[in-house]
């Protein structure tokens, strides 16, 4: 067999960037599975070049000129990034193939750029693709697992790619790390509402702490579990065996239904330093926030004492809202929030855009045959540079009009101080204020409002917000062209824009234009 060069780059962001948030965090949130592809190609025999992009490396020269395959894991706002990346390397005569959260929502477009895009990935499909490695072109081949792997490279395994990436944060270093995937909860937005839950090899797990202890002098860890602590028991009785409470700390996105109070203390005793629970919405999904069907206010009331209760043990805690759901109409959801930002100071609201991944949840067919689904370029699509889905009880204006206040009322100067002075362990304190005054806060306000100025002055972007046209507005375009730098000239033809119905056609239903 053929040794290959394999490049792996993991896209972390779509884009340079120079926010001082980006600088802290972006290294930490790397992905598992770009540095799992690397263990298996090295496995079978293959040399591997692995880069992490963060947003601050020139891509075009941290790559090797001369590799035979690139595997590139991207998010949708990074996927225009990444198709201009396999247009290069093609033009270089390598072949290429796309995985990650991308590549599962949106394989039909991906194909027209890629050599292979991927579903599921387990060892066999990753070397199917090496002992094949040819170019399928001009539609590359989808190739998909038939469910998650049983297992994967632990992190002694993916050290050797984990280190170099650590290497670029400059303040906390958080390792990445997976006990289980897919969930036992079917929340009908979520990718892994259809995945069933499966927990991954306990002594592995193990192992990773204890050779983790060994490596770093106080090590960190981020839980990439979908939801974190679904058997909570036998995870934290293996976590604690393997890293003595103090040892490490970690870091875990989890359900507030599976937050009680006694695992809150638990997790505590066992150095978890920040939750990320989903809230969602004031008036739906009351099964994940435990509320039932508490609605409204009794339900801001109820999920704020129960967040509060986690703060009083653990440092740092961000509360996940999806704003523009179709439970939510008038300006009551928003109050409701702004609300819950008084009634719980020390939490850090997290607002995505209520957005429709292609086929990355059986709600987005009802979104595609309602025809309220716009084709806004990959590149925006982060939960807050664009929302692809027509709000039901909103005009445009209006959401943006609410959003824009809420935004301002959580990033206000008082809300900042009373959050400042919430928190009281020095790290959590000092990211809750770069966050509201970096891209993510101050950023968030300056973006909303200068879209909400275009809908009332800018008749392009106006007449594509209400599906009039799909000519994409040159505010849109403008950012593609600066955020992908040289590398715009390399973005293949027509992938600025995608069918935004491909899931509902492959599902072969025919489309009902219903127009709201
Ligand atoms: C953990 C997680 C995070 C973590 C870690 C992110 C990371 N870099 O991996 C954090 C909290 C940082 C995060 C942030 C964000 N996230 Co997130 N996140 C998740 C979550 C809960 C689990 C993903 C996971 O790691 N699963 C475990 C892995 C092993 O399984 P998998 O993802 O199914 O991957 C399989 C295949 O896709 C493939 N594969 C995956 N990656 C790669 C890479 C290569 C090279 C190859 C070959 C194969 C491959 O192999 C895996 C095994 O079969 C999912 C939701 C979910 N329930 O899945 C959302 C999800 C992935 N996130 C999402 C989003 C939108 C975001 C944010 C943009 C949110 C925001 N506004 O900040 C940011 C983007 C951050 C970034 N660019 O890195 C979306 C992605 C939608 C999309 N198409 O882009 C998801 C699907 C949630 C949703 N809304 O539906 N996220
Ligand atoms: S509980 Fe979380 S991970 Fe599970 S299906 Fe619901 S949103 Fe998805």
Avoid at 91 to 103: F, I, K, Q
């Amino acid at each position: 067999m053929r040794k290959l060069r394999v490049g792996i780059v993991d896209l972390v962001t779509r884009g340079p960037t120079r926010a001082l948030y980006a600088r802290i965090m972006h290294a930490n949130l790397a992905s598992i599975m770009p540095q799992v592809v690397g263990v298996w190609c090295e496995a079978e025999g293959h040399e591997v070049t692995f880069v992490c992009y963060t947003g601050f490396e020139d891509l075009v020269r941290e790559l090797p000129a001369d590799v035979d395959l690139v595997f590139i894991g991207a998010f949708t706002e990074a996927a225009l990034l990444a198709y201009s990346l396999s247009n290069l390397f093609r033009s270089r005569g390598a072949v290429t193939v796309l995985g990650g959260p991308h590549a599962r929502c949106y394989p039909e477009d991906a194909r027209q750029y890629f050599d292979y895009v991927l579903g599921f990935t387990d060892r066999t499909v990753v070397r199917e693709i090496l002992d094949d490695c040819a170019p399928h072109r001009p539609d590359g081949r989808h190739l998909a697992a038939g469910r998650q792997p049983a297992a994967l490279p632990g992190v002694r395994e993916r050290w050797k790619f984990i280190a170099p990436t650590l290497k670029k944060a400059p303040l906390f270093k958080i390792v990445p790390m997976l006990g289980s995937l897919g969930c036992p909860y079917t929340c009908s937005f979520c990718i892994d509402s259809v995945v069933p839950y499966q927990q991954l090899d306990l002594d592995v797990l193990q192992e990773d702490l204890r050779f983790l202890r060994q490596q770093l002098r106080r090590p960190r860890v981020g839980w990439h579990d979908p939801n974190f602590g679904v058997r909570f028991d036998e995870f934290l009785d293996a976590i604690e065996a393997a890293a003595p409470p103090g040892s490490i700390d970690f870091i875990a996105e989890s359900s507030l239904s599976l937050l009680s109070e006694p695992h809150v203390i638990r997790l505590k005793r066992n150095g978890f330093k920040a939750l990320l629970p989903g809230v969602e919405s004031w008036f739906d999904l009351g099964n994940k926030s435990k509320t039932g069907k508490v609605e409204g206010h009794a339900k801001v009331e109820q999920v704020s004492e129960h967040v509060n209760m986690i703060l009083r043990h653990i440092p740092y805690v961000q509360t996940n809202f999806v704003l523009g759901l179709d439970s939510d109409r008038g300006p009551e959801p928003f109050e409701l929030t702004k609300r819950f930002v008084d009634l719980t100071p020390g939490a850090f609201p997290g607002y995505s855009l209520l957005s429709a991944f292609g086929r990355a949840a059986p709600l987005n067919l009802q979104y595609q045959r309602s025809d309220r689904v716009l084709p806004f370029p990959f590149h925006f699509l982060d939960n807050n540079h664009a929302m692809n889905v027509k709000p039901q009880n909103y005009s445009w204006q209006e959401f943006y009009d609410h959003v824009i206040d809420l935004t301002r009322y959580t990033f206000s100067r008082r809300a900042i101080v009373r959050r400042f002075r919430a928190t009281r362990a020095p790290i959590p304190r000092w990211m809750n204020v770069v966050r509201a005054v970096s891209s993510e806060g101050f950023g968030r306000i300056r973006y909303h409002s200068e879209v909400r100025r275009r809908l009332d002055t800018d008749p392009q972007l106006r007449g594509y917000f209400d599906r009039a046209t799909t000519e994409l507005p040159a505010f849109y375009e403008n950012q593609v062209r600066r955020d992908l730098g040289p590398l715009w000239h390399w973005l293949p033809q027509g992938a600025l824009s995608h069918d935004h119905h491909a899931y509902l056609k492959s599902e072969a239903i025919p489309i009902r234009l219903e127009r709201h």
